[in-house]
């Protein structure tokens, strides 16, 4: 897919958004992420689009692993998340997962499956409690 298509992408499915971060190359207005040194400037971000490695089919998550990013927060304080991955890198379950990790690298990587949710004994629900509101893969 050609940026121009995530630039489509963007503008067809997302409506009122203020401040789009990523590290990946958009021909949109936008910040990239590694250029904030602290991340509590990220709080405003209402859209990142970050790159996934691969997704699991079993349970929907998307292994994240950017090893140039300077600001993993990004992950789990912006609004909304928009995943991209490639249409081939998709494994079956979290057993084929795993053994594509290489655990013998070090630095931050993260399962990612879309909104947290929860619920006190009063049945109040919350979403995105743990991170962004809203979770998209976009396979390309």
């Known amino acids: 897919m050609r940026v121009s298509s995530k630039k489509f992408f963007i503008q067809e499915n997302y409506e009122n958004l203020g401040l ?4 990946l190359n958009l021909a949109i207005d936008h910040i990239v992420t590694n250029t904030i040194d602290d991340p509590h400037a990220l709080k405003e971000i209402d859209l990142a689009v970050i790159k ?3 997704a699991v089919a079993e349970n929907g998550a998307v292994w994240i692993k950017e090893e140039d990013n300077l600001n993993r927060a990004i992950y789990f304080i912006a ?9 081939g890198a998709i494994v079956n379950s979290m057993h084929e997962a795993y053994e594509k990790i ?5 630095g931050f990587g993260t399962f990612i499956s879309g909104p947290s949710k929860t619920a006190d004994i009063e049945q109040a629900l919350v979403i995105g409690a743990h991170g962004a509101m ?6 390309i």
């Open 102 to 106: 290489k655990f013998k690298k070090s």
């Open 134 to 139: 809203e979770c998209r893969v976009l396979f």
């Open 79 to 87: 609004k909304k998340l928009l995943i991209v991955v490639k249409k």
């Open 20 to 23: 789009i971060s990523t590290n």
């Open 52 to 54: 996934g490695k691969f």
